[in-house]
């Protein structure tokens, strides 16, 4: 017997103990996983969106909260496509609404507002059809995604908001966002809501986006022309939006909470296991073993159970983020996905809960004086 074999034989020895074990800890890395995961999925989903429409930077209100509830007057566009570094300024409106799915069911889809001569429209990739010509204010596109739901396809009429419209185009696949999203002009847009002259927020592309002194000085002159507005770079605009750091404020705090039951639950483990080998302990002292060997062999058997619960936490954890994506309105929002980046971080995590919640059981076995132990039981 080793400091290895031991431990692995004391899980052997009680089977039922050790399976509701792990299976705690990979209920707890499973919820770990996926908030994590979600919480992510949704950021890359935003960035990705706005790097396949080519958009370098966003101009957004100051102290809005949430971007679909800025309001800001689409006249500022050309001020700031006027400023020195900017290439192309263009307004958006956006927002969420909810559509009644053919059949039955409903679905949240993203609308967006454009310009005619607006870059976003060439640079979104369709996959059929056209974007709407200037002289057709009636059109829309639709992601591809969202044309298979709603069972649509160029040339077919749909009623948005009991207004008619046709659609022109079906964008090719561009990231969850844009797969779900619907695409139609402006001046539409701002009549469908009632918000005529208005935009959520202006899309910008520059002259030297790789350049990171440049951008960081034409972000400080934009924001010090235009008061009211705050300049984002594309890559960071997920991290600064509030509803986005709340959601994973919320997400991480929950992982964390399900991290520290499965830090009690070995704990729990491990010293009813010390108590129960008491005996065992005193005969390994009396034979030779050292303190600190006697102290390895229980961290050993933390660390053991939280690997085979981490495991199995992993694969529910890929499971659990599929069945939340399926959802109608997450599915739409979050780029799904696992990456091994978060994998990583959740194994991690997980065999520090089995260290940590190895170290006092095991400060308990390495101090027990060998006679007192033998006399045990």
Do not use: C
Not at 25 to 34: C, D, G, H, N, P
Not at 123 to 136: F, Q, T
């Amino acid at each position: 017997m080793n400091a290895l074999t031991l431990p692995a034989a004391d899980l052997r020895r009680r089977p039922l103990r050790t399976a509701l074990t792990a299976l705690g800890i990979a209920a707890a890395v499973s919820s770990y996983l996926t908030l994590v995961s979600l919480s992510q999925g949704l950021e890359r989903g935003w960035i990705a969106s706005l790097e396949g429409r080519g958009v370098h930077m966003l101009a957004l209100s100051r102290d809005t909260v949430e971007v679909m509830a800025s309001s800001l007057p689409e006249a500022l566009g050309p001020q700031i496509a006027a400023e020195e570094g900017v290439v192309q300024a263009s307004g958006e409106m956006a927002n969420l609404i909810r559509l009644e799915l053919p059949g039955a069911g409903t679905l949240h889809v993203t609308v967006r507002g454009w310009p005619p001569d607006s870059f976003k429209w060439r640079s979104l990739p369709l996959g059929d059809g056209r974007p709407p010509a200037p002289d057709e204010p009636r059109a829309i596109v639709l992601g591809v995604t969202l044309a298979g739901l709603l069972r649509l396809g160029v040339g077919d009429a749909y009623a948005l908001r009991g207004e008619p419209f046709v659609v022109t185009g079906i964008a090719a696949p561009g990231g969850v966002w844009n797969d779900r999203a619907l695409f139609l002009p402006l001046a539409a847009m701002q009549d469908l809501f009632d918000r005529p002259g208005q935009v959520t927020e202006f899309s910008l592309q520059v002259a030297r986006p790789q350049d990171a002194a440049f951008v960081a000085d034409l972000t400080s002159r934009l924001e010090g022309r235009f008061e009211r507005l705050a300049f984002l770079e594309s890559g960071e605009i997920a991290g600064q939006n509030d509803v986005v750091r709340t959601f994973r404020a919320f997400s991480g705090a929950v992982s964390w909470v399900a991290m520290g039951m499965a830090l009690l639950i070995v704990l729990n483990t491990l010293l009813m296991s010390v108590t129960e080998r008491t005996r065992e302990i005193g005969i390994l002292a009396a034979v030779g073993w050292s303190p600190g060997r006697v102290l390895a062999t229980v961290v050993v058997q933390g660390l053991l159970l939280t690997a085979v619960g981490a495991g199995a936490g992993v694969a529910l954890g890929a499971f659990s983020l599929g069945v939340v994506l399926r959802h109608p309105t997450l599915g739409g929002l979050v780029e799904p996905g696992l990456h091994p980046e978060v994998v990583v971080e959740t194994l991690i995590a997980a065999l520090w809960v089995g260290a940590v919640g190895g170290l006092y059981p095991a400060w308990r076995a390495a101090r027990a004086r060998p006679a007192a132990s033998l006399r045990h039981g």
